[in-house]
């Protein structure tokens, strides 16, 4: 029924169709009926202008599409463009489909520029400009009448398929790339999953149906699926811009990094690719004019910015896809300090109930951290560990820092004056500070700094103190162990910890500031 219906419509969109057809084609072309009782592809065939698009579908198979009784139109390219293409290029059956559409389509009824779905889901341009029409850009010279499976033109070039902005960044980022495929998820699809009964926590239980989902696409933009209407910009570095980009960064950083293969891929995994996404991802397909403010919106609403010039226009099947002019890695990534929050250590279990995180261990001894709203502290909100008074058990808790690059840190630590004991602290199980928090009293909150001529001054009741730390030898989170060694002759004994900071030794002179 719905074929039935199908060729009825063709039938009558026929004949307003042809009478508008283009007065300047061959004469010959223009005396054929309106409508022709022929299978198009045989009708292709006599058209000696367009053989060797003939013979490639042949080659190919795709003529056995037309053994069924599917509408197409299609797009011939002349034996001279098709000549030209293959001196310097190849087609195969991907590209030959590209010339395809698996449905009719009346050029008059098109106002302006549309996309159109090729065979293989590949979408193409077609423009009626008024005067003409354009496949891909390429003129239209010929337009047949309508077949009973449908028509075809010919056009003044060979239209290659354009690669989704996927397989952009397959050929021409791979780290981008393998930042995107590590982000594939394995999920329950509700939608196919059977439920087959409850679990003892009255949760339902399903015959599964597992999919694979890409956080990235669900996060971004699907980069790997073709839309009609629905697009995107992407600005990242291709391969030679990023090295180039990540060889400046090794020069910088010095010591063992000479250059972009030195730079560790977990870092430009975790760190900078993200960065980059964030200020390079926006949606609709963006001009160069677009991007002349310092800050856009990306995709997903947040500020992007614009530290870059867009070059290399690539125009994707899904969007547009630029260069970098030049790529610098700003120095904000990889040259400042790292700072680890102590609420950080903790996952809130109800209301103002907390515990630690996955990540941290602690001793034996059993305590129920806190985390504090303090107004003026470092996030407003500080972690705290409360101790029996007097306490001589020794505890400790031990966590990873913030990724770190080899170098010579200065270790800062922002804490409460009134609240603490005696202090061990390792640094990769090397002891790299002992600490009273009675120093605090004794010198009335003013500590000196190992630096020379820098003291910490009090703000309220917070301070901090300081040391060096002279082995981070590779990337990586550093090992920190906390440990509290006795009471000393604190009133209140125990660790609130506002903040560690790790600030490279050519970065000491920002410690002067509190908090």
Not at 67 to 80: C, I, Q, S, W
Request: aromatic content about 14%.
């Amino acid at each position: 029924m719905k074929k039935q219906l199908v060729y009825i419509m063709l039938f009558c969109a026929v004949t307003l169709f042809t009478a508008c057809e283009n007065t300047n084609w061959d004469e010959h072309y223009n005396n054929v009926p309106e409508t022709v009782d022929m299978n198009v592809w045989d009708a292709m065939q006599q058209n000696s202008d367009i053989s060797q698009f003939v013979q490639l579908v042949k080659e190919h198979k795709l003529d056995t599409l037309f053994n069924y009784t599917d509408v197409y139109t299609l797009f011939a390219p002349t034996n001279a463009q098709m000549s030209a293409f293959l001196a310097s290029d190849t087609i195969g059956k991907t590209g030959l489909a590209y010339h395809f559409l698996k449905y009719y389509i009346n050029p008059e009824n098109i106002t302006g520029k549309r996309k159109v779905q090729s065979l293989f889901l590949k979408f193409a341009q077609f423009e009626n400009t008024g005067d003409s029409y354009l496949y891909d850009n390429f003129p239209v010279t010929f337009s047949s009448p309508l077949y009973k499976n449908g028509r075809y033109f010919v056009i003044e070039g060979v239209a290659k398929p354009k690669p989704s902005l996927y397989e952009y960044i397959s050929a021409n980022n791979l780290a981008l790339k393998k930042f995107i495929d590590d982000q594939d998820s394995i999920a329950l699809d509700k939608e196919l999953s059977k439920p087959i009964g409850y679990n003892s926590e009255g949760k339902t239980i399903y015959d599964s149906v597992i999919t694979v989902i890409n956080l990235f696409e669900e996060e971004y933009y699907a980069v790997s699926e073709e839309y009609r209407v629905k697009t995107a910009t992407l600005v990242f570095p291709n391969q030679e811009r990023y090295n180039e980009g990540l060889t400046g960064m090794a020069l910088k950083l010095g010591g063992d990094y000479n250059s972009y293969e030195d730079i560790p891929e977990d870092w430009q995994q975790e760190v900078l690719i993200p960065y980059l996404i964030n200020n390079g991802i926006f949606r609709n397909m963006l001009e160069p004019k677009d991007f002349l403010s310092d800050t856009m919106l990306n995709i997903i609403g947040d500020t992007a910015t614009i530290l870059y010039n867009p070059v290399d226009l690539t125009v994707c099947s899904n969007g547009y896809a630029y260069n970098y002019d030049k790529f610098e890695v700003a120095d904000t990534l990889f040259m400042s300090s790292a700072r680890t929050e102590g609420e950080s250590l903790l996952n809130t279990k109800g209301a103002d109930i907390f515990e630690w995180s996955d990540s941290v261990t602690v001793s034996d001894i059993k305590i129920q951290p806190d985390a504090d709203f303090v107004k003026g502290s470092s996030n407003d909100s500080i972690l705290k560990v409360q101790l029996p008074t007097g306490s001589k058990d020794e505890y400790w808790i031990d966590f990873k820092s913030n990724p770190l690059f080899p170098r010579r840190y200065l270790m800062l630590f922002r804490t409460h004056m009134d609240f603490g004991g005696i202090f061990e602290i390792y640094v990769n199980d090397v002891l790299v500070k002992t600490f009273d928090w009675a120093d605090f009293a004794k010198s009335r909150g003013i500590i000196p700094s190992v630096v020379p001529g820098v003291r910490h001054i009090a703000v309220g009741r917070y301070c901090k103190f300081d040391c060096w730390v002279d082995n981070i030898t590779q990337y990586g989170k550093a090992q920190i162990r906390i440990v509290y060694k006795g009471p000393s002759t604190m009133r209140y004994n125990g660790l609130m910890l506002d903040y560690i900071e790790f600030v490279p030794e050519n970065r000491v002179g920002s410690i002067t500031k509190n908090p």
